[in-house]
């Protein structure tokens, strides 16, 4: 590690399936034309007749990420940071797969999925192991699978178990009916069902929730996800190995296993995300905080809730003015996503799109750089690498030199 890197503390943050317009190979994810801060923007101009107001993010550069602008998003003659977009290139389209393709580890390898329902020997391991019964076994939105199956639940004490078009296996629970211990433990063991080499799966959910009927249950933040174990070294170990902190905020923790991390936060929210942001940018520390804020995702995308994810956005642009303004010269800051969730598409599932990169120190020169369209996510965790003198992981081409 060199004696004084150019940056000192990397803040990444990631806004959980902000995409910012149909990757390359959209077709075979069933998401051709899908642009999820595109639609966002122009569902707010034309539908609340009022532009989406991000103007951090648009001093960053955001509306550069299309080259017809964003709706109502103004483009400042100086932007601010550099700018650019990112291609995930791993063969899902989840945010396993971006987070790891971001730390330098593309999962560029088939998992599993099951659109016609999970097979019948894995769900009696589920049921022999948990002592519970099995409901529903379908592809399902989360909303409304509690809300067709949970009055059940609250009878029966049957788990919900349910997929996306997602790599993963979900199961919902009632706190007061299975307590969190206990779907936790049951998730934990679901996990070992599905790492290879028969079924392979991404992620494994814990989705509790609560409420006295289907009118009233609402999903709490006491959601768990349980990963794939990374399968090889990634940018976080790599970064821990050579003595820096590596601090996990919001889910990466969960999506690496823990792996490469010294410290972590849960969020319970977007905003309390921002709040353990604001802490640990107020401590003294060298190395990366990673961190993801999945609100725009989970409540929003998924629920194609334009309305509500334009107005998470904002939230967060105000947010994230306070972190810009609390910034030190040698601090970086990355706002980018792992995947796209258009709430203006079809369906409930994520869309497979570019994604945005936005790059800032009070340190860089105003003018702002074209960082163009990187063909990887690994470009991320390259650059960060080279700034700390780490040798790379052989998976994409840092633009450190060009941060002037």
Known sequence: MPASPRFRRVLVIVIDSIGVGFAPDADRYKSAGADTLGHMAEFFASELGRPLAIPNMARLGIAR??????????VPERVAGAHGRMQVTSFGNDSLDGHWEMMCLPARFHVD????????????????????????????????????????????GELIVY?????????????????????????????????????TMGRVIA???????????????NRRDLGLEPTGPTALTALQDAGLDVISVGKTWDLFCGQGFDRSYHNESNMDGMDHVDEVMA????????????DFDAMYGHRRNAAGDGEALEAFDERLGHVIEAMHSDDLLVVTADHGNDP??????????LVPLLVWSPSMHPG???????TTCSDLGATILENFGVPDMGEGTSFLPRLS
Do not use: M
């Open 65 to 74: 990420t299309h080259p017809g602008g964003l709706a109502g998003v103004p």
């Open 113 to 156: 999925y099951f659109p016609e329902g999970f097979p019948q020997e894995l769900l009696e391991k589920l049921e022999g192991f948990s002592g519970r019964g099995i409901l529903c076994n379908k592809p399902y939105s989360g909303t409304q699978v509690i809300y067709d199956y949970g009055e059940r639940q609250l009878k029966t």
């Open 163 to 199: 997929t996306s078009g997602d790599s993963v296996l979900q199961i919902a629970a009632h706190e007061d009916v299975i307590p969190l211990d206990e779907l936790y433990r049951i998730c934990a063991y679901a996990r070992t069902l599905v790492n290879g080499p028969e079924i």
């Open 207 to 221: 989705r509790p929730y609560v409420g006295t009927c289907k009118e009233d249950f609402t999903r709490t933040a």
């Open 283 to 294: 401590d003294d520390w060298q190395g990366l905080c990673f961190t993801n804020l999945v």
């Open 344 to 353: 203006t598409y079809q369906g409930t599932d994520h869309t497979r799109e």
């Open 368 to 374: 702002g750089v074209d960082l163009g369209l990187r």
